[in-house]
């Protein structure tokens, strides 16, 4: 029975206290540590043993370990003789195996019964394992003083460096520390340390482990000094990793050279940021080609307590402001529903109780798609998705992965477009992640006959909205462009949320994808807090400094041709040519088209001087020519940045009734009908209320009506400002041929 007892008296996991999590990069860096449960840095087991090590350990600790099988009775009559002479215990005679033993028990005391069972389990163990198992289970369980267990954790405590890296002297400090692990305190018995580590150096040199420079050089290191922190290069990556059930040694993609760099770029930022109390910062990038990640910060490194320094920015919910709208665009061109250079709506607008704004009180009227995108314009881009559709959207972005809609789409409605729903850095970065790696493996992908869409995005709509972000200009909050620099074109969008709490910029290369997002982790929000201000500096400096990581990388995107054509569309409109259009080309995805032809070019009759629009009844010899004519408020506003457009030739006397109505009119201010709120002065004295409207005939007489009575004309510039009583009002305009536009609104006292 006894010997069935010994044969099975070893567990079969020898060691089972909780272990420290370490997360290593894609050579095998740490990078970040997480402690065990008990409170100790004990790490997994080192992959090898340091030939240095392993023969500073056997000879300071048990010199004959490779000549018994777990008990060296030399060593047990030479501790019974040392410890006769002294009086007292001071040599057990254990050997290597019979303490890793004494290990596995939870270190019982030291008595003469617990050798006996020491000794037993040893020769077990040495039936069980190899003379290099039983060393590694030595080391990587060994104490190393404080709450330092292990090889692993004492190489990285003391000398901030895995263990194939440590020096003869560094080796020597550890073999010694387990027999008496105090001694690593700074203050306590340093003197007795280091005699400790010397001696086993020069006992390596008598053993010719170590020549006589080596020991010269080996004497002369310092002792380590307090325990160091371990790395803490992608703390957030590692708690996400935790929070996953990951344990133990956990490896990544990331690249930590490349993790401390982007730590170098968030810290310059940060430093100016903080400046005007923005505090937090996340960056994320991505090799393309791999599709992996090789840097994560989902904070600023080393932020103060009451910043939230442990909030993973990369996965909160944030809004996005314009950052969707790549995605709109590149929707609506993959239906065929649009063109790049077609032109959108840029006026002051009301939808029922929203009224969208660009991000400077100036309109176009009438703006390129492609440029409304660039310059993130959001009225154009409320107008596309009125047409494209809010449920369309809605339900598309789910299916594109942004998690975060929870609520139905009336829910969010045209805001949708301008961050009126939440999205993740993540999310939005593995978006830009799909067009790039649409790209870069088309042809391949084409060749094999395998898919190549990408949430269900064709390859000509992903390229069209890449190609269209590469312009390295976009406009602040002041309307001024700012220029960024940048070696190799970059495909990039930035977002700005309402109120200043949330600026993004994520871009794209053939190599990599970089998403930023800065702000405060409260949501409190900042003046100057924008994408192009805040974040955009940080994005191209990433890449630039990720230019030495991939020199070889391609220049841009090739283009997927078969997933392209070009179409003859209107100069101008950038719609198809209708039969009065001026004619250029423009590439767009080889889809149906679901576009009309120009809707502004039309031919009109006109006196021989120009000088009229006429009819063939009152002049015969009128000339035929075509026009390009907006409607009347897009018209008012375009005209503003384009003066070669031109409005329509007042009629010629006595020929305009003979084709009926002209009806051009329509408001500029107010926008639509509802509530105006009567403001006052420095003096306290109740301001007029402000009307304008805009005509196709620029020589027309406007009549002014307030509530059925007339007020008065205008011709040429058609404002007017009139005191208003508390109350409702109705206003109209009428011109001389009939046509009138009317406004009915509820005013408010000035209070």
């Known amino acids: 029975m006894l010997t069935i007892g010994w044969w099975n008296c070893l567990p079969d996991d020898l060691f089972t206290a909780p272990l420290a999590t370490e997360l290593l990069d894609r050579q095998g860096q740490l990078l970040s540590a997480h402690i065990a449960k008990d409170g100790q840095w004990r790490m997994p087991a080192a992959d090898s043993i340091p030939p240095i090590l392993e023969a500073a350990v056997v000879a300071f ?12 009775a030399r060593s047990v009559v030479r501790a019974l003789v040392d410890n006769l002479e002294a009086g007292r215990v001071v040599s057990g005679g254990s050997t290597l195996t019979m303490q890793v033993a004494r290990m596995t028990r939870g270190g019982t005391h030291r008595n003469l019964w617990q050798k006996f069972i020491e000794a037993a389990i040893a020769l077990r163990l040495e039936m069980r394992y190899s003379k290099a198992e039983l060393l590694s289970l030595w080391l990587n369980n060994a104490p190393f003083g404080g709450n330092t267990v292990g090889l692993t954790a004492a190489s990285y405590r003391y000398f901030g460096r895995p263990p194939a890296t440590l020096s003869a002297a560094e080796a020597a400090t550890l073999a010694v520390l387990p027999n008496s692990p105090a001694l690593i305190h700074p203050g306590r018995n340093r003197d007795a340390l280091q005699s400790k580590r010397n001696r086993l150096l020069h006992q390596l040199a008598t053993d010719g482990t170590l020549t006589p420079r080596a020991l010269e ?44 760099a982007i730590a170098g770029v968030i810290d310059r930022h940060h430093r100016l940021l903080r400046q005007n109390q923005i505090h937090n910062m996340a960056v994320l990038i991505t090799e393309v080609r791999s599709g992996e990640v090789v840097a994560y910060h989902g904070n600023v490194p080393d932020l103060k307590a009451e910043h939230a320094p442990s909030v993973d920015l990369i996965t909160a919910p944030r809004s996005p402001g314009s950052l969707l709208k790549p995605f709109l665009y590149s929707l609506a061109l993959d239906a065929g529903e649009l063109l ?24 176009d009227g009438a703006v ?54 939440e999205i993740t850095l993540e999310e939005i970065h593995r978006w830009f992640l799909g ?20 949430a269900g995005l064709g390859a000509g709509a992903g390229f069209t909205v890449l190609d269209a972000l590469r312009d390295l200009r976009r406009p602040d909050e002041s309307g001024d462009y700012r220029r ?47 994408g192009v201000q805040a974040a ?24 997927p041709d078969d997933a392209l054509r070009s179409v003859r569309s209107c100069s101008v409109s950038g719609y198809l040519a209708g039969v009065d259009c001026p004619t250029t080309t423009q590439l767009t995805p080889r889809v149906h088209d679901q576009t009309l032809p120009c809707p502004f070019h039309h031919r009109v009759l006109l006196t021989s001087d120009g000088a009229y629009r006429t009819t063939r009844q009152c002049s015969p010899d009128g000339v035929l020519t075509n026009v390009f004519t907006l409607p009347p408020l897009r018209a008012h506003f375009y005209r503003r940045r384009h003066v070669e457009y031109r409005d329509l030739p007042a009629w010629q006397a006595g020929c305009s009734g003979q084709i009926g109505r002209d009806r051009g009119l329509q408001f500029i201010y107010p926008e639509g009908s509802g ?19 805009s005509t196709s005939d620029p020589r027309a007489e406007l009549f002014w009506h307030l509530d059925g009575r007339y007020v008065r004309s205008t011709t040429v510039y058609h404002q007017l400002s009139l005191p208003l009583e508390p109350g409702l009002h109705v206003l109209t305009v009428t011109d001389a041929s009939g046509s009138s536009t009317k406004r009915r609104f509820m005013v408010r006292g000035g209070g």
């Open 61 to 72: 600790e048990d010199r004959r370990f490779y000549h018994h099988g777990g008990i060296d």
């Open 217 to 260: 050089l080996a004497l002369l290191e310092p002792l380590p000094g307090a325990p160091l922190a371990l790395p803490r290069d992608a703390p957030h990556y590692l708690q996400r990793r935790l929070a996953e059930g990951a344990r133990g040694r956990v490896p990544t993609t990331l690249d930590a050279q490349l993790q401390r």
């Open 340 to 363: 790049p250079k077609q032109l959108l709506p840029d006026v002051p607008t009301s939808f029922q109780n929203f009224r969208p704004a660009n991000f400077t009180p100036e309109f």
């Open 368 to 421: 390129a798609a492609d440029e409304a995108l660039v310059r993130s314009l959001n009225i154009p881009f409320v107008y596309l998705l009125r047409d494209y559709g809010v449920a369309r959207f809605h339900d598309r972005l789910q299916r594109a992965g942004f998690a975060h809609m929870g609520q139905p789409a009336s829910h969010y409605g045209l805001s949708l477009i301008l961050g009126g729903a």
């Open 435 to 454: 067009l790039a790696q649409q790209q870069s493996i088309y042809h391949t992908r084409r060749q094999a006959n395998l898919p190549t869409d990408v």
């Open 484 to 530: 960024f620099e940048s070696h190799r074109p970059v495909a990039w969008k930035t977002g700005t949320s309402f109120g200043f709490r949330d600026a993004w910029a994520v871009g794209a290369t053939p190599a990599y994808v970089v998403s930023v997002w800065v702000g405060n982790a409260d949501g409190a929000g900042r003046p100057g807090l924008i």
């Open 536 to 559: 955009a500096p940080v994005l191209f400096d990433v890449f630039r400094l990720l230019e030495s990581y991939a020199p070889d990388a391609p220049y841009w995107f090739t283009p």
């Open 675 to 693: 509530v105006l709120s009567a403001v006052k002065n420095w003096r306290g004295e109740l301001e007029p209320f402000y009307f304008a409207v």
